[in-house]
């Protein structure tokens, strides 16, 4: 049984930082691909950022690059999301997700496992 479990989510202030963490509980066999998926009130959820089981590869949405940076580490089976200058657009709820996968997937439709998501909320 395969758990996503996001955190970090809260409040920030434009202009600051914020850093979520997705753990993995029930580890998959293998590689596992991982990503940060967002979605805003009124829009289409959109990725915001992926990586490969290895870390060699990431995925960034382009409009993000300068601000988004993603990693993780798999001895503590965790994945981050790291924000940086945040503004009022990133407000949204920010989903973990994953899938059995040794190379880099960049869609939501790509993942198998999800968890519940947290929210991040930019305020002025």
Same mark, same amino acid.
Request: charged share 20%; net charge positive; glycine share 10%.
């Given at each position: ?42 829009? *289409?959820?959109?990725?915001? !950022? %992926?990586? /490969?089981?290895?870390? +060699? ?42 899938? *059995?996968?040794?190379?880099? !997937? %960049?869609? /939501?439709?790509?993942? +198998? ?12």
């Amino acid at each position: 049984q395969v758990q996503l479990v996001e955190s970090g989510g809260g409040w920030v202030q434009a202009g600051g930082s914020l850093r979520l963490s997705c753990t993995v509980r029930g580890r998959p066999n293998g590689a596992y691909c991982m990503g940060w998926f967002r979605q805003a009130p009124g829009k *289409e959820r959109e990725a915001v !950022a %992926t990586i /490969s089981w290895n870390g +060699d590869q990431t995925f960034v949405q382009y409009s993000l690059r300068n601000r988004f940076d993603i990693s993780k580490e798999n001895a503590k089976n965790t994945m981050y999301l790291q924000l940086s200058r945040a503004n009022l657009e990133d407000t949204a709820v920010y989903y973990c997700a994953a899938v *059995e996968a040794t190379g880099l !997937a %960049t869609v /939501s439709r790509q993942f +198998d496992y999800w968890g519940q998501g947290t929210q991040v909320t930019v305020s002025s």
